[in-house]
């Protein structure tokens, strides 16, 4: 028996003194340190903050927390770590206490998120933290600072310097990948568990326990990598990925309820102090917002999506790498500011288009252009150790499936670029020359 299997964390998933049940039918295995640590406040927040935000404007189910997927993330870096435990060259690499900051740090990645963080954060507003920023604010709290101390040994600073890949040795190059790469303990449950509330089948079909069980050591030894016999589980969970961005993350309704969240939010910024953030649940931050967004050009779009009537905009038109790459290429990954200058030289164009047989103008805030953000999503490279030879070879070169849909651009093939207008315009744009009248929009 090694160093690592004899933490209590570790030990605790064959003989749970107490479990946290979640779906669908997981127990999570908490000793006292994890329960005083899921206790505090800062931790409590995250029930309160919805983990698919406007995704349940499609899929109603997904209402699910980051409490709960967090949770999830912890259990799957237990189970990381107990199969990784028993290679002598694994733990000749990871001490006790490394081990046990990415068991803090997998409980507490997400402490910094706020409520709708992500499409703000693609705004790239001056100012405004990212999550990963505030994560540190509340790590340095009195309560959370005195419980990462007294009962793990732990500093605020070693589990920041973990989340963002501040890492010299080996072994914390390993806890890294562990952390944040192609296969780690977060994808292994968002995948499943956003699958499992939006009531899609997408997420649940690779397999995690086959995954888990393949994982080994890269070539250098200072990273993850699977064996052969995971290659298949592997291949299943890229091709999930691809599907549940394609058909639940970048939904067309859901890049609409996510353009016009933004669009209100970027109009009253000003009005908006970052520092209030994280006292906020998702009800407070859409009853703060409509309340800052009335009597502003931003109220219309805002209650459309937050009132009590939701009334989505309506995608008018569509582009990407394979569907008018040239528009697509204009447009995708270009500053927020920039898109918006664009969306109003397209309502003054299709407002020359309509001319008199127009019953009314239109406003620049009845149309939006949604397109990929700045940041790429993290690419699926995994080493795979061959059976036979004891050879290292990308997963990309052993399966044509990884090849098409991760290692080229896997932004390219599921995020589009997408025109939406208010409903009262669609029949209109619907038959009038979108394309053309963009074109004239970026020449303007």
């Known amino acids: 028996m090694n160093h690592l299997s004899l933490i209590p964390e ?44 406007l995704v349940s404007a499609v899929y109603p189910g997904a209402t699910h927390s980051r409490f709960e997927h967090s949770l999830g993330v912890y259990r799957n870096s237990l189970l990381y770590l107990r199969h990784l435990s028993q290679f002598d060259e694994v733990a000749q690499k990871i001490d006790q206490q490394q081990a046990t900051c990415l068991l803090v740090s997998a ?5 910094g998120h706020w409520p709708y963080c992500h499409p703000i954060e693609d705004l790239q507003l001056t100012g405004w933290p990212e ?13 959370m600072q005195s419980l990462l101390q007294q009962d793990w040994d732990l500093t605020a600073g ?8 501040r890492t010299n040795s080996a072994g914390e190059k390993i806890l890294c990948g562990i952390l944040s790469g192609p296969i780690d303990v977060d994808k292994l449950d968002y ?3 956003d699958s499992l509330h939006a009531g899609v089948p997408y997420g649940l079909q690779f397999d995690t326990n086959r995954i888990i069980s393949s994982l080994c050591l890269n070539q250098t030894g200072d990273g993850i990598a699977i064996t052969e016999k995971g290659r298949t589980a592997a291949e299943l969970m890229v091709f999930a990925r691809y599907i549940m961005f394609n058909e639940v993350y970048w939904h067309p309704a859901v890049r609409s309820a996510t353009a016009m969240l933004q669009r209100a939010f970027f109009i009253v910024q000003d009005q908006i102090n970052p520092d209030d953030m994280l006292s906020l649940s998702d009800e407070r931050f859409r009853m703060m917002l409509l309340q800052r967004c009335e009597g502003t050009p931003a109220q219309m779009v805002a209650e459309s999506v937050f009132g009590p009537r939701r009334l989505l905009y309506k995608r008018a038109a569509q582009y990407s790498l394979f569907e008018n790459s040239a528009v ?3 447009l995708a990954r270009r500053p927020y500011q920039e898109l918006l200058g664009i969306a109003e030289r397209l309502a003054t164009v299709m407002n020359q288009w309509q001319g008199k047989s127009a019953q009314s103008p239109i406003l620049r805030d009845e149309i939006l252009i ?18 036979r030879t004891q050879e290292f070879r990308p997963l990309g070169d052993l399966s044509p499936v990884v090849q098409a849909l991760a290692t080229q651009q896997f932004d390219d093939y599921v995020k589009r670029v997408r025109v939406f207008v208010h409903p009262r315009l669609i029949d209109w744009a619907a038959k009038a020359p979108m394309d053309r009248m963009l074109e004239e929009a970026l020449v303007f």
Do not use: W
């Open 131 to 143: 999550h990963e920023q505030l994560v540190r604010v509340l790590l340095e709290s009195d309560e």
């Open 191 to 193: 995948l499943y568990r």
């Open 107 to 111: 409980l507490l990645h997400d402490l």
């Open 328 to 330: 697509f290429r204009l």
């Open 370 to 387: 949604d397109a990929p953000p700045m940041g790429l999503e993290v690419q699926f490279r995994v080493p795979v150790r061959l059976d």
């Open 158 to 165: 070693q589990i920041c310097d973990l989340l963002n890949k």
């Open 10 to 53: 570790i030990a605790s998933l064959n003989t749970p003194s107490q479990v946290v049940r979640i779906p669908d039918q997981m127990d999570v295995p908490i000793t006292s340190r994890v329960r005083r640590l899921i206790d505090t406040a800062a931790f409590g927040r995250l029930r309160n903050i919805s983990q698919l935000g």
